[in-house]
């Protein structure tokens, strides 16, 4: 109960200052509206379906983007986690393009492959990859050898030690790897839906910013990070869930 007040705290004074400031007319209400104004449009927009069509197109997009993006990142995840002597065959190039912005990439994009769903479906993949594949490279490298150690003894071969010993102990990484995946998959969608597309929430965003609609930039801005706290939420159940290895690992460190 005490966290929860904490966590509502700064949440009540930031709506209180909103309200004094709207209020008051710091600012005029083309450039900060009223929370009861946002909260009106939100409801409209609820009521006659225009948000969740744009809340399932970029959804949509990021869900594809993502899983191809883990796909690749596992597999290569594992090679590159197992056999480290591979790494200074990829690691320049795997820098490279980790600097690299992915909606740098758009303008080239378009040029290949249009403006259609392939462009943002790459965006997503380019953004989520590298966060993953490193995060789950770092959870097959680091098994502790002395679990592995134990499973010899045991008589267990490789693959019975990758699926009960490695495997299990990389949990955490991947599940970590996951959640920053998505979480940069969120904020490639929506940079790339404002350069092109005609649905989604960042196309909302810039259509609303257009039509000078601050209210509804502000209630797509709010729907964004709450569907990030959600799916922060979603990770957070699924690793505690399935790391309960951890206190083993843990405990011959």
Same mark, same amino acid.
């Given at each position: 109960?005490?966290?929860?007040i904490?966590?509502?705290?700064?949440?009540?004074?930031?709506?209180?200052?909103?309200?004094?400031?709207?209020?008051?007319?710091?600012?005029?209400?083309?450039?900060?509206?009223s929370?009861?104004?946002?909260?009106?449009t939100?409801? +409209?927009? #609820?009521?006659? @379906? /225009?948000?969740?069509?744009? *809340?399932?197109?970029? !959804?949509?997009?990021?869900?594809i983007? &993502?899983?191809?993006?883990?796909?690749?990142?596992?597999?290569?995840?594992?090679?590159?986690?197992?056999?480290?002597?591979?790494?200074?065959?990829?690691?320049?190039?795997?820098?490279?393009?980790?600097?690299?912005?992915?909606?740098?990439?758009?303008?080239?994009?378009? +040029?290949? #492959?249009?403006? @259609? /769903?392939?462009?943002?479906? *790459?965006?997503?993949? !380019?953004?989520?990859?590298?966060?993953? &594949?490193?995060?789950?490279?770092?959870?097959?490298?680091?098994?502790n050898?002395?679990?592995?150690?134990?499973?010899?003894?045991?008589?267990?071969?490789?693959?019975?030690?990758?699926?009960?010993?490695?495997?299990?102990?990389?949990?955490?990484?991947?599940f970590?790897?996951?959640? #920053?995946?998505? @979480?940069?998959?969120w904020?490639? *969608?929506?940079?790339?839906?404002?350069?092109?597309?005609?649905?989604?929430?960042?196309?909302?965003?810039?259509?609303?910013?257009?039509?000078?609609?601050?209210?509804?930039?502000?209630?797509?801005?709010?729907?964004?990070?709450?569907?990030?706290?959600?799916?922060?939420?979603?990770?957070?159940?699924?690793?505690k869930?399935?790391?309960?290895?951890?206190?083993?690992?843990?405990?011959?460190?």
């Amino acid at each position: 109960m005490k966290n929860m007040i904490k966590r509502l705290v700064p949440i009540a004074l930031i709506l209180i200052l909103w309200y004094l400031c709207s209020y008051y007319k710091v600012w005029s209400a083309y450039v900060l509206p009223s929370p009861m104004q946002v909260w009106n449009t939100f409801m +409209l927009m #609820v009521q006659s @379906g /225009e948000l969740f069509v744009h *809340i399932c197109a970029s !959804l949509n997009r990021v869900m594809i983007g &993502f899983s191809i993006a883990f796909v690749f990142a596992f597999i290569l995840g594992i090679i590159a986690g197992l056999k480290p002597s591979f790494s200074p065959y990829y690691n320049h190039i795997v820098e490279f393009f980790r600097n690299v912005p992915p909606l740098s990439l758009i303008p080239l994009l378009i +040029l290949w #492959v249009g403006i @259609g /769903e392939e462009s943002k479906v *790459i965006i997503i993949i !380019l953004a989520s990859f590298f966060p993953m &594949f490193l995060n789950i490279k770092k959870g097959f490298a680091s098994c502790n050898p002395k679990l592995l150690e134990v499973g010899k003894v045991l008589g267990l071969n490789a693959r019975q030690r990758f699926l009960k010993i490695i495997l299990p102990s990389a949990v955490p990484d991947i599940f970590l790897g996951m959640k #920053v995946g998505l @979480g940069y998959s969120w904020r490639a *969608i929506i940079g790339a839906e404002m350069i092109a597309a005609a649905s989604g929430l960042g196309y909302f965003i810039l259509d609303a910013q257009t039509m000078s609609r601050s209210d509804k930039v502000i209630v797509g801005i709010i729907v964004i990070g709450l569907l990030g706290v959600f799916c922060d939420k979603i990770f957070t159940i699924l690793t505690k869930k399935f790391t309960h290895i951890g206190g083993v690992k843990n405990s011959w460190d």
